[in-house]
Protein backbone atom coordinates (compact mmCIF):
# COMPACT_ATOMS: atom_id res chain seq x y z
CA UNK A 1 0.00 0.00 0.00
CA UNK A 2 1.33 3.91 -0.82
CA UNK A 3 1.29 6.14 2.22
CA UNK A 4 3.62 8.26 4.10
CA UNK A 5 5.37 6.37 6.97
CA UNK A 6 6.88 8.57 10.19
CA UNK A 7 9.18 7.03 12.55
CA UNK A 8 9.31 6.92 15.42
CA UNK A 9 5.80 7.37 16.88
CA UNK A 10 7.28 8.73 20.13
CA UNK A 11 10.90 10.16 20.59
CA UNK A 12 12.39 12.00 23.89
CA UNK A 13 15.12 14.40 23.56
CA UNK A 14 17.13 15.52 26.28
CA UNK A 15 18.48 18.81 26.66
CA UNK A 16 21.21 19.97 24.17
CA UNK A 17 20.47 17.33 22.18
CA UNK A 18 19.39 16.89 18.57
CA UNK A 19 17.07 14.62 17.41
CA UNK A 20 15.94 13.76 13.86
CA UNK A 21 12.56 12.31 12.59
CA UNK A 22 12.05 10.18 9.77
CA UNK A 23 9.57 10.73 7.17
CA UNK A 24 9.33 8.42 3.76
CA UNK A 25 6.75 8.05 0.79
CA UNK A 26 6.29 6.01 -1.61
CA UNK A 27 3.39 7.84 -3.20
CA UNK A 28 6.02 9.29 -6.04
CA UNK A 29 5.09 12.74 -4.67
CA UNK A 30 7.10 15.26 -5.25
CA UNK A 31 6.20 17.90 -2.66
CA UNK A 32 6.57 17.49 0.85
CA UNK A 33 6.23 19.01 4.40
CA UNK A 34 6.68 19.44 7.37
CA UNK A 35 4.12 20.81 10.22
CA UNK A 36 4.24 21.19 13.66
CA UNK A 37 1.32 20.72 15.77
CA UNK A 38 0.61 21.69 19.76
CA UNK A 39 -2.65 21.53 21.98
CA UNK A 40 -5.18 24.33 21.21
CA UNK A 41 -3.57 24.72 17.95
CA UNK A 42 -3.67 24.59 14.30
CA UNK A 43 -0.96 23.23 12.54
CA UNK A 44 2.11 25.65 11.60
CA UNK A 45 4.37 24.81 8.74
CA UNK A 46 8.08 24.25 9.34
CA UNK A 47 10.08 23.16 5.74
CA UNK A 48 8.45 22.60 2.88
CA UNK A 49 10.07 20.87 -0.34
CA UNK A 50 9.12 20.23 -3.83
CA UNK A 51 11.92 18.97 -5.50
CA UNK A 52 14.92 17.00 -4.60
CA UNK A 53 17.86 18.78 -3.33
CA UNK A 54 15.64 22.07 -2.47
CA UNK A 55 13.82 23.20 0.44
CA UNK A 56 12.39 26.04 1.81
CA UNK A 57 11.50 27.74 5.38
CA UNK A 58 7.72 27.75 6.45
CA UNK A 59 6.67 29.95 8.88
CA UNK A 60 8.18 28.51 12.25
CA UNK A 61 11.74 27.19 10.65
CA UNK A 62 14.03 28.28 13.38
CA UNK A 63 15.96 25.57 15.54
CA UNK A 64 14.83 23.05 12.77
CA UNK A 65 16.69 21.73 9.84
CA UNK A 66 15.70 19.41 6.63
CA UNK A 67 17.09 17.55 3.93
CA UNK A 68 15.81 16.43 0.53
CA UNK A 69 18.92 14.09 -0.69
CA UNK A 70 15.82 11.66 -2.18
CA UNK A 71 12.78 11.91 -3.31
CA UNK A 72 11.01 9.46 -0.56
CA UNK A 73 12.72 10.95 2.26
CA UNK A 74 12.47 14.73 3.98
CA UNK A 75 13.96 13.69 7.71
CA UNK A 76 13.39 16.78 9.92
CA UNK A 77 16.32 17.45 12.92
CA UNK A 78 15.06 19.44 15.68
CA UNK A 79 18.30 20.93 17.18
CA UNK A 80 19.42 21.96 20.74
CA UNK A 81 18.66 25.43 19.28
CA UNK A 82 14.31 25.00 19.83
CA UNK A 83 13.68 25.35 22.70
CA UNK A 84 10.22 24.91 23.44
CA UNK A 85 10.42 21.26 20.74
CA UNK A 86 7.94 19.33 22.50
CA UNK A 87 5.46 18.81 19.85
CA UNK A 88 3.46 16.67 17.42
CA UNK A 89 5.01 16.69 14.25
CA UNK A 90 3.18 15.32 10.99
CA UNK A 91 4.95 14.73 7.56
CA UNK A 92 2.64 15.26 4.10
CA UNK A 93 3.17 14.68 0.45
CA UNK A 94 1.12 16.11 -2.30
CA UNK A 95 1.88 15.42 -5.83
CA UNK A 96 2.98 18.23 -6.89
CA UNK A 97 3.73 22.22 -6.01
CA UNK A 98 0.69 23.64 -6.80
CA UNK A 99 -1.59 21.08 -6.90
CA UNK A 100 -5.00 21.49 -5.59
CA UNK A 101 -4.76 17.75 -5.22
CA UNK A 102 -5.24 16.71 -1.09
CA UNK A 103 -2.28 16.91 0.61
CA UNK A 104 -1.24 13.24 2.48
CA UNK A 105 -0.10 13.08 5.71
CA UNK A 106 1.71 10.68 7.73
CA UNK A 107 0.57 9.04 11.56
CA UNK A 108 2.90 11.34 13.36
CA UNK A 109 5.84 11.82 15.38
CA UNK A 110 5.08 12.74 19.39
CA UNK A 111 8.27 14.72 20.79
CA UNK A 112 8.93 15.10 24.14
CA UNK A 113 11.69 16.38 26.32
CA UNK A 114 12.95 14.91 29.32
CA UNK B 1 -1.15 36.83 5.43
CA UNK B 2 -4.50 34.99 4.81
CA UNK B 3 -5.93 33.74 8.74
CA UNK B 4 -8.43 31.22 9.11
CA UNK B 5 -10.71 30.89 12.62
CA UNK B 6 -12.49 28.15 14.38
CA UNK B 7 -14.67 29.68 16.62
CA UNK B 8 -16.35 27.06 18.07
CA UNK B 9 -13.43 25.00 20.31
CA UNK B 10 -16.21 22.06 20.98
CA UNK B 11 -19.09 21.04 19.64
CA UNK B 12 -21.26 18.26 20.64
CA UNK B 13 -24.18 16.09 18.55
CA UNK B 14 -26.50 13.49 19.33
CA UNK B 15 -25.73 10.10 17.25
CA UNK B 16 -28.09 10.65 13.75
CA UNK B 17 -28.57 14.21 14.34
CA UNK B 18 -26.90 17.02 12.20
CA UNK B 19 -24.16 19.44 13.25
CA UNK B 20 -22.68 22.17 11.60
CA UNK B 21 -18.78 23.32 12.64
CA UNK B 22 -18.23 27.22 11.83
CA UNK B 23 -14.81 28.58 9.98
CA UNK B 24 -14.78 31.98 8.71
CA UNK B 25 -11.31 32.90 6.70
CA UNK B 26 -9.81 36.33 5.56
CA UNK B 27 -8.12 36.98 2.25
CA UNK B 28 -7.63 39.26 -0.28
CA UNK B 29 -7.26 36.81 -3.40
CA UNK B 30 -10.30 35.73 -5.22
CA UNK B 31 -9.18 31.98 -6.47
CA UNK B 32 -8.46 29.84 -3.32
CA UNK B 33 -9.10 26.23 -2.15
CA UNK B 34 -10.79 25.35 1.20
CA UNK B 35 -10.21 22.51 3.07
CA UNK B 36 -11.66 20.14 6.13
CA UNK B 37 -9.30 18.18 7.78
CA UNK B 38 -10.44 15.57 10.38
CA UNK B 39 -8.01 14.04 12.94
CA UNK B 40 -9.45 11.02 15.05
CA UNK B 41 -7.65 10.06 17.87
CA UNK B 42 -5.17 8.23 16.23
CA UNK B 43 -4.15 11.62 15.22
CA UNK B 44 -3.80 10.94 11.66
CA UNK B 45 -4.91 13.61 9.49
CA UNK B 46 -8.04 12.85 7.03
CA UNK B 47 -9.37 14.86 4.00
CA UNK B 48 -12.98 15.37 4.37
CA UNK B 49 -13.76 17.85 2.26
CA UNK B 50 -12.58 20.05 -0.51
CA UNK B 51 -14.11 23.51 -2.04
CA UNK B 52 -12.81 25.18 -5.07
CA UNK B 53 -13.46 29.41 -4.56
CA UNK B 54 -14.57 29.81 -8.09
CA UNK B 55 -16.96 27.03 -8.04
CA UNK B 56 -20.51 28.22 -7.00
CA UNK B 57 -21.49 24.87 -6.35
CA UNK B 58 -21.39 23.83 -2.56
CA UNK B 59 -19.04 20.57 -2.32
CA UNK B 60 -20.82 17.37 -1.10
CA UNK B 61 -19.21 13.91 -0.12
CA UNK B 62 -21.69 11.54 0.80
CA UNK B 63 -23.26 12.96 4.61
CA UNK B 64 -20.73 15.44 4.85
CA UNK B 65 -20.94 18.84 3.01
CA UNK B 66 -20.18 22.64 2.83
CA UNK B 67 -21.71 25.97 2.88
CA UNK B 68 -19.13 28.16 1.43
CA UNK B 69 -20.48 32.13 1.12
CA UNK B 70 -17.76 33.66 -0.55
CA UNK B 71 -18.39 37.14 -0.03
CA UNK B 72 -18.82 36.31 3.17
CA UNK B 73 -15.78 34.32 3.66
CA UNK B 74 -17.66 31.69 5.42
CA UNK B 75 -16.76 27.77 4.90
CA UNK B 76 -19.35 25.90 6.93
CA UNK B 77 -19.11 22.24 7.32
CA UNK B 78 -22.61 20.20 7.49
CA UNK B 79 -22.42 16.41 9.03
CA UNK B 80 -25.70 14.26 8.90
CA UNK B 81 -26.73 11.74 10.46
CA UNK B 82 -23.53 11.73 12.97
CA UNK B 83 -22.05 8.46 13.64
CA UNK B 84 -19.47 8.05 16.54
CA UNK B 85 -16.55 7.88 14.05
CA UNK B 86 -17.40 11.23 13.49
CA UNK B 87 -15.97 12.26 16.50
CA UNK B 88 -12.56 13.72 15.80
CA UNK B 89 -11.01 17.25 15.53
CA UNK B 90 -11.89 19.21 12.41
CA UNK B 91 -9.49 21.62 10.47
CA UNK B 92 -10.53 24.11 8.29
CA UNK B 93 -7.70 25.07 5.91
CA UNK B 94 -7.11 27.65 3.28
CA UNK B 95 -4.56 27.16 0.59
CA UNK B 96 -3.68 30.25 -2.43
CA UNK B 97 -4.75 28.95 -6.07
CA UNK B 98 -1.86 31.23 -7.45
CA UNK B 99 1.23 28.90 -7.23
CA UNK B 100 4.30 31.26 -8.27
CA UNK B 101 7.62 31.69 -7.17
CA UNK B 102 6.53 33.01 -4.21
CA UNK B 103 6.06 29.76 -1.51
CA UNK B 104 4.20 31.91 0.51
CA UNK B 105 1.04 31.29 -1.42
CA UNK B 106 1.81 27.32 -1.27
CA UNK B 107 1.08 26.63 2.09
CA UNK B 108 -1.81 25.62 3.82
CA UNK B 109 -3.62 27.43 6.69
CA UNK B 110 -5.36 25.94 9.26
CA UNK B 111 -7.35 27.24 12.12
CA UNK B 112 -7.50 26.44 15.59
CA UNK B 113 -9.85 22.98 15.06
CA UNK B 114 -13.15 21.87 16.74
CA UNK B 115 -13.77 19.12 18.98
CA UNK B 116 -16.67 17.38 17.89
CA UNK B 117 -17.94 14.75 20.05
CA UNK B 118 -20.42 12.31 19.35
CA UNK B 119 -23.46 11.25 21.92
CA UNK B 120 -24.30 8.21 21.96
Known amino acids: DGGITQSPKYLFRKEGQNVTLSCEQNLNHDAMYWYRQDPGQGLRLIYY???????QKGDIAEGYSVSREKKESFPLTVTSAQKNPTAFYLC?????????????FGSGTQLSVL | AQTVTQSQPEMSVQEAETVTLSCTYD???????LFWYKQPPSRQMILVIR??????QNATENRFSVNFQKAAKSFSLKISDSQLGDAAMYFCAYRSAYSGSNFGNEKLTFGTGTRLTIIP
Open chain 2, 27 to 33: TSESDYY
Open chain 2, 51 to 56: QEAYKQ
Open chain 1, 49 to 55: SHIVNDF
Open chain 1, 92 to 104: ASSISRGSNEKLF
